[in-house]
């Protein structure tokens, strides 16, 4: 289990902690494109635990900031999107894009000090229907990272955006924990319950994989393997600096996606899932022809508000249970709780808004929790002790080679060549589905301790 000092390390994320000064090294998706209109109503956006307003302006321009004025603090959330610029509806000082201020209306010329003044401003870039802010220190942010649905056009693309109420770390474990996949989604029913061929009846058939994990030159990775009727079935999936994830429950060959889990502050994560629109799409058919129960793949939404934490929030949380249906639960799914998101959000959710690692009993089974948590908090250390770059930050290429899916195989083979080697679709930097090359090296085996 990770010790108090390792768990505050982990988990927060403010300014000046060294999690938070990590999650700054790199660029970090934010909002939709679609959330900001040219001349718009400025954005509230909690990011790294930094209260921020982003804003379009008239040309079309992203501006992100520090939602206080710097003339008397006042929130610019009120203020007057217009004219390439938003101004503060306390004395009128207006502010572009980048922070300096443009105009101080209520000073006398001779008085007026605006070329002293700029509101704190990040760095912000819009690609593919996507708005990025970069928080770090560097003058020249580095590069965005090419993962794969990020580099495809908007048309290709689905994405969307779903908040959590707990700390980034433990919303992001539950998509590096393989075997509570045969559970908490699938524990209703066997394998037998499926038509034969349906990938989705393996992780139900064997509910106890045998994990192997290793390091790669942006984090770790995962091979899941269960024999089953004389075949092996693998999930591979891996975690990517500073807070990426994919779900393996698609076909190795092409299945391209990327999930973020984003600090907004150390209570609340905002998860971005970006998926091409060629992934195959996984069947939950059952013999009898039903759908299986829990499933449901519609995101039911509160109406957004504008308060700090006002985004994105599904419709069932705590105060209902997540929706909870026991007599569902009793004979139709495992859970009783329609959704595997909602599924994900009631467990870590129910964990607390900072888990308490002192109470966990991290076995086998959580071998990629282990080493991902292992390899964060090093990082964050190297960091803050002799100011090493984290993983990616400055080969943002790298990120083309995070994949994951499932698939089968007749024989037993090495798992690290078979994540490496595999034939598979990837996503060129211009956009093209092409072939993905292999990686030699890559990912490179570490012991794995099955207890801390």
Known sequence: MASAKENDILTRVGPGTPMGELMR????????????????????????????????????????????????????FFGRNE???????YHGWKFDVSGACVEMPNVPP?????????ARAYRAMERNGLIWVY????????????????????????????????????????????????????????????????????????????????????????????????????????????????????DFDRHIMARAWVPMDDHHTMFLQM??????????????????????????????????????????????DYGIDRQAQRNKSFTGIDGVLLQDQAVTESMGAVLDHDLEHLGYSDLMVIQTRR????????LQRDGTVPPGVDNPQAYLAVHAGDLLMKEERDWQEIYRNFPRVSVAPDGRIVAAPARPGWPSSVAAEAHE
């Not at 004219?83 to 509806?89: A, D, F, H, I, K």
């Not at 001779?110 to 700029?118: H, S």
């Not at 066997?190 to 790669?216: H, K």
Request: aromatic share 10%; charged share 25%; with cysteine.
């Open 110 to 118: 001779e008085y007026d000090y605006k070329a002293k003044v700029r």
């Open 275 to 320: 998926t091409w629109k060629g992934n195959a799409p996984r069947s939950r058919t059952l013999k009898s022809g039903e759908w299986m129960a829990g499933f449901t793949h519609k995101l039911d939404y509160l109406p957004n508000s504008t308060d700090w934490h006002g985004r994105w929030r599904l419709r069932h949380n705590a105060a209902s």
């Open 135 to 250: 928080m770090g220190p560097r003058t020249q942010p580095p590069e965005l990272p090419a993962l794969e649905p990020a580099l495809l056009p908007e048309s290709e693309v689905s994405m969307f955006f779903c908040q959590r109420e707990c700390n980034w770390a433990q919303a992001l474990e539950g998509d590096i924990d393989t075997s509570h996949f045969g559970f908490l989604h699938v524990g209703g029913v066997n394998g037998d319950d499926f038509p034969p061929g349906n990938m989705s009846r393996y992780p139900a058939a064997n509910r106890q994989p045998e994990m192997m994990v290793a390091r790669t030159e942006l984090g770790t990775v995962y091979g899941a393997r269960r024999l089953i009727d004389g075949k092996f079935y693998w999930r591979f999936a891996p975690f990517a600096m500073p807070f990426w994830t994919i779900a393996p429950d698609g």
């Open 83 to 89: 004219n390439e610029g938003l101004r503060c509806v």
């Open 25 to 76: 090294q790199y660029w970090i998706p934010a909002a939709l494109a679609t959330e900001l209109a040219a001349d718009g109503a400025p954005l509230r956006l909690m990011l790294l635990g930094e209260k921020l307003i982003a804003f379009r302006d008239s040309a079309g321009r992203i501006g992100v900031m520090d939602h206080r004025c710097p003339h008397r603090c006042a929130s610019l």
């Open 375 to 382: 390899r964060l908090i090093e990082a964050a250390q190297a």
